[in-house]
């Protein structure tokens, strides 16, 4: 008779939390909002612009447009001038605002929708990222059954929070569990799932002694295994830590254009008060001086170049993490770009990591390589090991008929 403390029965897993749609977690992002506010402010001003409507009917959807898609990045290049530093939010504010001045309100609310949308686009990828973030995470079990002892004799189990297991406890882990943390396993013999943490696409046998991980899956076998780290030190929290801090860098060609600038605004800044200040100096007219100096800072100013720069890469990272792989660095993700040869080991790369049979060999006379594969499958219908699967599939595929095993 099994053990209370030890048997096979399968985790029953309480019933997942709904989840939210992709546009319920867009509107989630007030960066998202705002932008999404302003387009569609200027997608209605603007035919009515361009076809000669009274200027009260498309006067305040530009004023919208302004507003919705304006304060933000108008306020932060604020902040930013309060540290002495000219940002190229408050750069383009002040493009926008002397496009109005000068009646340009199309072109005005234009470049407004454009940074807009882009700092949404950012915003965007940031979330990605944050939410590939949380699916490592989310690999480890957010409870583990710790086992309570009497001196050396098991005597209960105890539902805990992960966070409340210290190193030295021993938790039981059933079949179709996930481990909770890293350590060894002390009681019990099974196959463990590690793909998410080592690749490998086979589970690994595992018997006391032997070093298993969190967030790795429990196949076959119900295991006691002893904690050895904190949840902290565990190695998928540790991958986490890196892909975090892969998303706070910044690659070279940031960094440059950010040292930029800084000198690049400024320089902007001065260009546009000389092509204003200096022809009003020597009697020029004033609109059409105010119109020249507008329209260069509006072409001048280096939006496009700044934001191009870091939600691309952002997406980047966030798509290989939620594809199974991490980025150490937006350095490396950047350098990726200019790699000509890679190198890549076996296991869960280049192939599938779903094994198959490639041939059946039949020792001696007593049936035939059907009636041989027939048997085999028989006996590893139950099973859920990979081999089993594979035996089982080509089976099926010949159309061979799988009696029960007893």
């Known amino acids: 008779m099994a053990s209370p403390l030890l048997d ?30 302003s387009a569609v402010a200027f997608l209605l001003a603007f035919p009515l612009d361009v076809a000669g409507a009274p200027g009260w009917t498309w006067g305040p959807l530009y004023a919208v447009c302004y507003v919705a898609g304006g304060w933000e990045p108008g306020w932060a290049g604020l902040m930013a001038l309060r540290e002495r530093s000219l940002d190229v939010d408050l750069l383009m504010i002040v493009a926008a605002a002397g496009a109005a001045a000068i009646g340009q309100f199309l072109d005005g609310g234009l470049l407004v929708v454009i ?13 990605r990222t944050a939410d590939s973030v949380r699916g490592l995470l989310d690999l480890a079990p957010a409870t583990a059954v710790r086992v309570a002892f009497a001196g050396e004799e098991a005597v209960g189990e105890v539902v805990v929070a992960v966070g409340e297991l ?17 350590g060894a396993v002390v009681h019990g013999a099974g196959e463990v799932d590690q793909a998410t943490i080592t690749g490998e696409p086979l589970p690994v046998r595992k018997a006391p002694g032997d070093e298993v991980f969190a967030g790795t899956l429990n196949g076959t076998g119900a295991l006691r295994v002893r904690v050895d780290k904190d949840a902290a030190d565990s190695v998928i929290a540790r991958i986490v830590g890196m892909v975090e801090e892969a998303s706070g860098t910044k690659a070279p060609t940031q960094l440059f254009i950010e040292k930029v600038e800084q000198r690049y605004s400024v320089g902007v800044v001065v260009a546009t008060l000389a092509l204003f200040l200096v022809p009003l100096a020597v009697g020029a007219d004033f609109t059409s001086t105010l119109l020249r100096a507008m329209t260069f800072m509006i072409v001048a100013s280096p939006c496009a170049v700044v934001l191009a720069t870091m939600p691309p890469l952002l997406s980047a990272i966030a798509n290989a993490g939620r594809h199974g792989v991490l ?21 869960g790369t ?18 035939g390589e059907d009636g041989v594969l027939a048997a085999a499958a ?29």
């Open 8 to 37: 096979d029965r399968p985790a029953v897993r309480p019933a997942a939390a709904p989840v939210p749609s992709r546009r319920t977690r867009l509107l989630a992002l007030p960066e998202v909002r705002w932008a999404g506010l």
């Open 115 to 127: 940074f807009a949308v882009s700092g949404a686009l950012e915003a965007l990828a940031t979330r």
């Open 166 to 182: 210290r190193v030295g406890d021993v938790v039981l882990v059933r079949p179709g569990e996930r481990l909770p943390a890293d």
């Open 327 to 347: 980025v150490k660095s937006a350095v490396v993700m950047e350098r990726l770009g200019g790699v000509t040869r890679v190198a890549l080991d076996k296991t």
């Open 350 to 367: 280049l192939t599938e990591g779903a094994p198959r049979v490639a041939e059946v060999r039949v020792l001696g006379a007593v049936c």
């Open 378 to 406: 028989a006996a590893e219908y139950p099973s859920e090991h990979p081999v089993a699967r594979a035996v089982v599939a080509l089976a099926e595929e010949r159309g061979l008929r799988i009696d029960p095993a007893e």
